[in-house]
C-alpha cells in the first residue's frame, strides 16, 4: 500500500519546510510513503526547499494556474507514480501532519473513498466570526447541493482512494474542494468526514483577496456544479417561475375577459404569453442538458477506463521533476 502526499505551492519558500518537517515517516497499513509538490509558478526558492528537503517528485507550472489545476496536476502525478491512497495538505502548515493518519484510516478499511478533514471552525482563533458563519453558511450550502454530509467544505486536507482520484474532474479554475464534494455525491463516490486539529497560522490565505470575492466566487462554483450534475431539476426549477408567473397573469386576463372587461388588459395577455413562453423554452434547455449530462456521463466512465490503462501500477515511474 503506497501513500503519496502532495501539496500544492506557490511561493511557500518560508514555509514549506515547516509543513515538510510535521509530515509522517511512516503509518500502520501503509508500507511506503512519498512526497509531492505542485510548484505553481513560484518566483521564490520553493522549489529548492523541496529538493534539499529531499521530496520524492515535483511538478513544475512554469506560470501560476490556480489552486485547481495544480491539485489535478497533483493526482495525476500521484496515480502515474502508483499512489494507492492520495493526501492533499497545505504548504502553509494549516493542518497538523499527525492527523493524516485519522484521514488515510477510512480508506484503509475499506469504509470510504474520500475523506475530508473537518477543522475546528468555531475554535480557530484566527478566523474572524464573519469568516466562521461564512464557512458554515458554505459548507450547508455544499450539502444540500451534493447529499452528503460534510462538516467543513472548504477544507483542503483530505485524502482520496486510488478509485476516488481516477473518476475526479475539475473544470473551475477557482478551487476544487466544493466541486469536488458535488461531484462525490451526485456521482454516489463514497465520502466521509473525520475531525482533525489545526496549527496556528503562518501567513494569511492567498485564497481570496476579500470575503466578498471568496462569496461570489464560491457561490458560483457551487451553483455552477450543481446544475452540471442536475440539469433537468435545475432547470425545471427555473423555468417553473417565470411560467407560473405567466399562468397566474393568464388566469387573471380569462377572469377579466369573461367579465366583459378583456379588452383593457391586452398588455397582461401578451406578458403572460412571454414568460410562460420564457418558462417552457427553460425546461426545453433542462431537457438539452440533461441529454448532454447523460453524454457526460458516458465520457467520465471511458475517461475512467482509460485512466485506469495509462496509470497501470507496472508503469515506469514518472522522474523526480515533472514539467507542465
Not at 505551492?9 to 515547516?18: M, S, V
Not at 476544487?176 to 461531484?183: G, K
Not at 446544475?227 to 417565470?242: E, H, V
Not at 372587461?261 to 425546461?283: N, R, V, Y
Request: aromatic share 8%.
Amino acid at each position: 500500500m503506497k501513500l503519496i502526499i502532495q501539496i500544492p505551492c506557490y511561493n511557500e519558500a518560508e514555509t514549506l519546510e515547516i509543513a515538510l518537517n510535521d509530515l509522517p515517516k511512516e503509518i500502520e497499513g501503509i508500507d511506503k510513503i512519498e512526497y509531492l509538490i505542485i510548484n505553481d509558478g513560484s518566483t521564490d526558492d520553493t522549489v529548492k526547499v523541496a529538493r534539499e528537503w529531499g521530496v520524492d517528485y515535483i511538478v513544475n507550472f512554469k506560470t501560476n494556474k490556480g489552486l485547481a489545476r495544480g491539485f489535478m496536476a497533483g493526482l495525476d502525478a500521484c496515480l502515474r507514480n502508483g499512489a494507492d491512497i492520495i493526501v492533499n495538505t497545505d504548504a502553509d502548515d494549516q493542518y497538523k501532519g499527525e492527523d493524516i493518519e485519522k484521514l488515510v484510516r477510512p480508506i484503509l478499511e475499506g469504509k470510504s473513498d474520500i475523506v475530508i478533514g473537518a477543522r475546528p471552525i468555531d475554535k480557530t482563533e484566527h478566523f474572524s466570526p464573519l469568516k466562521k458563519k461564512l464557512q458554515h453558511l458554505g459548507s450547508f450550502v455544499v450539502r444540500k447541493a451534493s447529499g452528503t454530509d460534510i462538516p467543513d467544505a472548504p477544507s483542503g486536507f483530505r485524502a482520496f482512494s486510488r478509485e476516488a482520484a481516477m473518476q475526479l474532474n475539475v473544470t473551475n479554475e477557482y478551487t476544487y474542494t466544493l466541486e469536488t464534494i458535488v461531484q462525490a455525491g451526485r456521482n454516489k463516490i463514497s465520502i466521509t468526514s473525520v475531525d482533525i486539529g489545526t496549527n496556528a497560522e503562518l501567513r494569511p490565505s492567498r485564497l481570496f483577496h476579500s470575503m466578498f470575492g471568496y462569496i461570489k466566487k464560491s457561490m458560483v462554483t457551487i451553483l455552477r456544479s450543481y446544475i452540471m450534475y442536475k440539469p433537468l431539476k435545475s432547470f425545471g426549477i427555473i423555468g417553473t417561475i417565470p411560467f407560473t408567473a405567466g399562468l397566474i397573469l393568464a388566469i387573471r386576463f380569462c377572469v377579466f375577459f369573461f367579465n366583459g372587461a378583456g379588452q383593457g388588459h391586452i398588455q397582461s395577455l401578451i406578458l403572460a404569453s412571454m414568460l410562460m413562453m420564457m418558462g417552457f423554452m427553460t425546461w426545453v434547455i433542462g431537457l438539452q442538458a440533461d441529454i448532454i449530462a447523460a453524454n457526460r456521463k458516458l465520457l467520465e466512465d471511458i475517461q475512467k477506463h482509460v485512466r485506469n490503462t495509462d496509470y497501470s501500477v507496472g508503469k515506469d515511474p514518472a522522474p523526480r521533476s515533472e514539467h507542465s
